[in-house]
């Protein structure tokens, strides 16, 4: 995946944001998580117009969980030295339009070799509210996804 990561709203809508580097240049704010997702995703009018809330000052992890905890996907991209692996924080339940939209993204998600995905039902996550392989969350969704071999 070239880019960092992805927002998901309720709708399936999807914004990118980022773009992923083996050597990133920390002071180049598009090659950054949090700064990259301020800049393109929260300045999106598709963003804006959700009204979430979160304070600005909150780093991307706890945004992404009170994103979550508001119906919303956000999706980090953590390949780095060889391994590639992401991070994502769901909502305990999918609207349809996103779980039509998750299975569009599996191929994409499934070139992943490493997966943590998030599930919170407060701030404070506890190891309950994680699932480490990427086709466990997707039966526990109930999406399925056709899997080429």
């Known amino acids: 995946m070239k880019e960092l990561g992805f927002f998901m709203d309720n709708l399936g809508n999807v914004i990118y944001y980022g773009e992923w580097k083996e050597q990133y240049d920390k002071n180049n704010r598009h090659q950054v998580h949090t700064s990259s997702f301020e800049d ?28 979550a905890l508001q119906g919303m996907v956000t999706m980090q991209n953590h390949t780095s030295q ?11 339940s999918l609207t349809l339009e996103q779980k039509a939209k998750f299975l569009e993204l599996y191929p994409l998600l499934s070139t992943f070799s490493e997966s943590s995905i998030i599930i919170p039902k407060t701030v404070f996550i506890s190891e309950k509210d994680k699932i480490g392989d990427l086709d466990s969350y ?10 080429v071999k």
């Open 82 to 92: 060889g391994k590639t692996k992401f991070m994502m924080h769901v909502p305990e």
């Open 40 to 67: 393109e995703v929260e300045t999106n009018p598709l963003f804006t117009c959700l009204h979430l809330q979160y304070e600005k000052e909150m780093g991307l992890y706890g945004k992404a969980i009170l994103f």
């Open 138 to 147: 997707y039966e526990s969704a109930r999406i399925f996804p056709q899997k």
